[in-house]
């Protein structure tokens, strides 16, 4: 059975802190996101990764970086949390390199994460 | 650029009863649709899709959507809700040709014994 997870289910941290998320898929999938989920917002998409040490910028990545040093495994950074940054973040991913492919995509269970 | 639009914020329906969950588009290729459904702390799971070929097309759960391209619609449909289908419900428009894809804003369902 396809399985993302995701390192945490809930995470508080304080203002200034580095915060790392883990996503980790074990389909051998060549797409990987990060979104942030927020009430009335739906999902938006911060960074995803086509490939191994690659990325691209979603909608908002400011105030947030990635990592993908192996296929099955992408981070989501943030450098200095704010309290702006308080969400739900989910982590996906998908079988093409092609975003809008058609593809289904996975979903985590998802981090729900407080700045305080 | 491509878009999507849930136009209810929130549905309540009781047991046994029609759903429907109206979704619209915008998009200047031919687009593939999705809707995902969310349970409470769960992650996101697919309901169905559509990728044109058929334009009704049937998902899990006795869940169905039809793609109307004249309308720019993707609209959800069950015959009977369940107390199970309670949940949160995204449309999904995924554009290959500009490698883009996005999400509505999500519609609350709930089901009233």
């Given amino acids: 059975d396809v399985k993302v997870t995701q390192s945490s289910r809930y995470l508080v941290k304080r203002t200034g802190e580095k915060v790392f998320l883990e996503c980790v898929q074990d389909m051998d999938h ?6 942030r989920q927020d009430p009335g917002l739906g999902l938006r ?6 490939d191994v040490k690659m990325k691209e910028k979603g909608d908002i990545p400011e105030g947030y970086s990635v990592s993908r040093e192996k296929k099955e495994r992408f981070s989501l950074i943030l450098e200095s949390a704010s309290t702006n940054q308080t969400s739900m973040y989910l982590c996906a991913s998908s079988p093409s390199r092609l975003a809008g492919s058609g593809d289904t995509q996975y979903f985590g269970p998802g981090t729900r994460l407080t700045v305080l | 650029a491509q878009s999507v639009t849930q136009l209810d914020s929130h549905v309540s329906v ?10 619209n588009y915008s998009s200047s ?25 058929a334009t009704l ?6 869940f169905e959507a039809e793609f109307k391209k004249s309308e720019t619609s993707f609209h959800l449909t069950k015959p009977s809700a369940h107390m199970s289908d309670a949940a949160e419900y995204f449309c999904v428009v995924s554009d290959m040709r500009n490698n883009d894809m996005r999400f509505g804003a999500g519609t609350r369902l709930t089901v009233k014994p």
Avoid: D
């Fill in chain 2, 57 to 62: 097309v049937k998902g899990i759960n006795g």
């Fill in chain 1, 45 to 50: 998409l911060i960074y995803f990764s086509y």
């Fill in chain 2, 14 to 23: 009781s047991e046994g009863t029609p759903v429907l969950l109206r979704c």
């Fill in chain 1, 30 to 35: 060549e797409n990987m996101f990060w979104y």
């Fill in chain 2, 29 to 53: 290729y031919s687009p593939s649709l999705f809707w995902y459904v969310q349970h409470p702390n769960k992650g996101l799971q697919l309901l169905l899709k559509y990728t044109s070929a």
